[in-house]
Each structure stands twice: as C-alpha cells, then as structure tokens.
C-alpha cells in the first residue's frame, strides 16, 4: 500500500521560498510517475510540475522558472522547491503518484494519479 505524505508548506511573505517534501513508503515499482498538485479555494486543482522515473521533468507555464521538481530515490521523498512566490502561488499543494508510465499529454491530469497525499498549504501574503 502506497503511502504520500506531505510537508515543508507554510506563510511566507512574497519573494520567499519553501522546500515542500513528499515521503512515499510501500513503493516497490521502479517505472512510475509523479506530480505535485494544487488547488486554490474556489479554483480547479491544477498540476504544478510532473518527473518520472528516468528523471524528465515538466512544469506548469506559470511555475516555470521558479518550481523546482526533484526525486531522492534514497529517502524515498519527493521535492518541490518553490522559490520567488507570489500571493497566486497561495494553495493547498499535494503530491501524488502512479505507477508505470504516464504519457506526456496525459501527466497534468488528476485522475491519471492512483495515490495522493493529505496536502501541505502555502500560504503568500
């Protein structure tokens, strides 16, 4: 049973930046997919930044340059570094995962992923 666990959110003021990591435990596939999500009140969740196994990684126009996605194979964490935010950045952001390969046009979409984590809430203002 796989397993996502957040944290890392918090308030910062805009221009900060925050590391928001996700523990994944009972993963066993070594060809798998994963993404950090995040969805604001009264918006549509939106996909923020997406990596897979072999380490391509694909961002949200609006991310672009800022978000960093990366893997600790090791420790079993995944990573978003979130720098230079701004009070849009503002939402719950969640990571989720699916096993096997997900093709590209297919990786921003929510129902692709299989398992999700409890969220972790940035804050800018």
């Known amino acids: 049973h796989v397993q996502l666990v957040e944290s890392g959110g918090g308030s910062v003021q805009p221009g900060g930046s925050l590391r928001l990591s996700c523990v994944v435990s009972?993963?066993?596939?070594?060809?798998?997919?994963m993404a950090w999500f995040r969805q604001a009140p009264g918006k549509e969740r939106e996909r923020v930044a997406t990596?897979?196994?072999?380490?391509?990684?694909n961002y949200a126009d609006s991310v672009k340059g800022r978000f960093t996605i990366s893997q600790d194979n090791d420790k079993g964490t995944l990573y978003l570094q979130v720098n230079s935010l701004k009070p849009e950045d503002t939402a719950m952001y969640s990571c989720?995962?699916?096993?096997?390969?997900?093709?590209?046009?297919?990786?921003?979409?929510?129902?692709?992923?299989?398992?999700w984590g409890q969220g972790t809430q940035v804050t800018v203002s």
């Open positions: 009972g993963h066993t596939s070594d060809d798998y997919c």
């Open positions: 989720a995962a699916v096993r096997g390969w997900v093709p590209l046009p297919r990786r921003g979409i929510a129902a692709e992923y299989k398992y």
């Open positions: 990596i897979d196994t072999s380490g391509y990684t």
